[in-house]
């Protein structure tokens, strides 16, 4: 990949730029198979080979360093002198506080390669998916399936900078869309988007089961009562959930003083009963979605623990803020990897009335205070243990506030880029619904 006629004169054109203060080339290779499904015949497939070359470029501007980036393809190679020109105009337009590139370094060993996904074995394994798939569908009742869209592949991505560092890495990637529907008086769609690096990870008549039952169980769904009670939150909607912990915790905010957190201190979660937190950013979660040897800047893969038992205990930093902050940097954010909790997850749902979500339509916290509110597009409300599933309404509270009663559930699950609790469980959110 490195060896490339197209990078070799990226590399060269880089190299040889006497207005450049710095460069960095990011150069990948994907390729796989794809295919798709209508209903359960083959709609189409087709073979995937692409190159694409990421530059960054690097000016002095005064005081400040400059940056501008393109990428550059296989149809573009004629215009490599025109791009770089323009990439060192918009470089010398501005600027941040000068920083270094990260020199050369021994990266990690992670497991992101599962050979059954690269590119020669690609198509046999998209094929036992897909029959795996339709037996799963047919042995289903009250559903029949619409479509199926299945990508299995390998990336292969080196990255070089003018510092001398030259890296590697071999990733693998599959990932599935499931849709089905289900007929009735009030008919119903259930579509689900899974993804891993390895194949062995994607349990498809799982996939399949839970699309059904959720898809049955949406035609007679309704919206939740109002009020104020206990909400379970899926594993699926957790890395979202916590987005405000991951944007406070990061050296940027930091930098630039827009987070709320300060290292050594507690977090801003006022404990009522709730267990407490703890983060860890780790890239080298093997066959994690977010694992990395080096991240985009070339920083080794590395785990991190962010916050331990409710206190930050150091941000994760990328060189650029790392430096400001005179700080060793970690590397971009990675896997969230939790402890699991004290709570089965069947005993999250006690009491008088729970609402379990498994989905919400689209949860974005307010990054800085943590404020949500979002629709439910799968649930299912807990009463005295008669379980009903719901849909619509909304959920809504506060982030920190929460975390407070939040109780984790003691099962465990590998969701991706997600290592940690099934659920968890919060006391006294408000459910705007029936």
Do not use: H
């Given at each position: 990949m490195s060896g490339t006629p197209l990078a070799e004169s990226i590399r060269s054109a880089l190299a040889g730029e006497k207005r450049l203060a710095a460069w960095q080339l990011r150069s990948t290779r994907r390729r796989g198979h794809q295919t798709y499904l209508v209903k359960t015949e083959a709609e189409s497939e087709r073979q995937v080979d692409g190159e694409v070359h990421e530059v960054a470029v690097f000016v002095k501007n005064g005081d400040k360093l400059g940056r501008a980036t393109f990428t550059i393809g296989p149809g573009d190679a004629a215009a490599l002198t025109q791009r770089l020109e323009q990439g060192v105009y918009m470089a010398g337009l501005g600027g941040d506080q000068p920083w270094t590139l990260p020199a050369a370094a021994d990266p990690p060993r992670v497991e992101t390669w599962d050979e059954a996904l690269s590119y020669e074995r690609a198509r046999k394994t998209s094929t036992g998916i897909a029959d795996a798939w339709r037996a799963a569908v047919a042995a289903e009742k009250e559903v029949r399936p619409s479509s199926m869209e299945l990508y299995c592949g390998d990336e292969r991505a080196t990255l070089s900078n003018s510092t001398g560092l030259a890296v590697e890495e071999r990733?693998?990637?599959?990932?599935?869309?499931?849709?089905?529907?289900?007929?009735?008086?009030?008919?119903?769609?259930?579509?689900?988007?899974?993804?891993?690096?390895?194949?062995?990870?994607?349990?498809?008549?799982?996939?399949?089961?839970?699309?059904?039952?959720?898809?049955?169980?949406?035609?007679?769904?309704?919206?939740?009562?109002?009020?104020?009670?206990?909400?379970?939150?899926?594993?699926?909607?957790?890395?979202?959930?916590?987005?405000?912990?991951?944007?406070?915790?990061?050296?940027?905010?930091?930098?630039?003083?827009?987070?709320?957190?300060?290292?050594?201190?507690?977090?801003?979660?006022?404990?009522?009963?709730?267990?407490?937190?703890?983060?860890v950013s780790n890239a080298t979660l093997p066959f994690g979605l977010s694992s990395y040897t080096f991240d985009f800047a070339g920083v080794p893969g590395r785990r991190v623990e962010i916050v331990k038992d409710g206190t930050f205990v150091q941000p994760w930093s990328t060189k650029q803020f790392a430096d400001y902050l005179q700080a060793t940097p970690t590397g971009g954010f990675a896997n969230w990897e939790v402890p699991a909790g004290g709570t089965p997850l069947a005993e999250l749902t006690n009491g008088d009335r729970v609402l379990y979500v498994r989905s919400f339509s689209w949860l974005t916290p307010d990054a800085a205070r943590g404020n949500f509110s979002s629709e439910i597009r799968v649930g299912y409300l807990y009463e005295k243990g008669v379980r009903k599933p719901v849909k619509g309404g909304t959920v809504s509270g506060n982030v920190f506030a929460a975390l407070g009663t939040a109780r984790f559930a003691k099962d465990v699950v590998f969701r991706g880029d997600w290592f940690g609790p099934a659920a968890v469980r919060l006391e006294g959110l408000t459910i705007a619904g029936a």
């Open positions: 990733t693998t990637r599959v990932s599935l869309l499931t849709l089905l529907l289900a007929d009735g008086a009030r008919p119903a769609e259930r579509i689900l988007w899974d993804e891993r690096r390895r194949a062995a990870d994607l349990d498809v008549a799982t996939i399949v089961r839970r699309a059904a039952e959720e898809a049955r169980d949406l035609r007679v769904a309704m919206p939740p009562p109002s009020g104020q009670y206990a909400v379970v939150i899926d594993a699926d909607e957790l890395t979202a959930f916590l987005d405000p912990i991951l944007q406070n915790s990061s050296a940027a905010a930091l930098y630039e003083k827009s987070s709320r957190f300060e290292v050594g201190k507690p977090l801003p979660i006022e404990t009522k009963g709730g267990e407490k937190l703890t983060v």
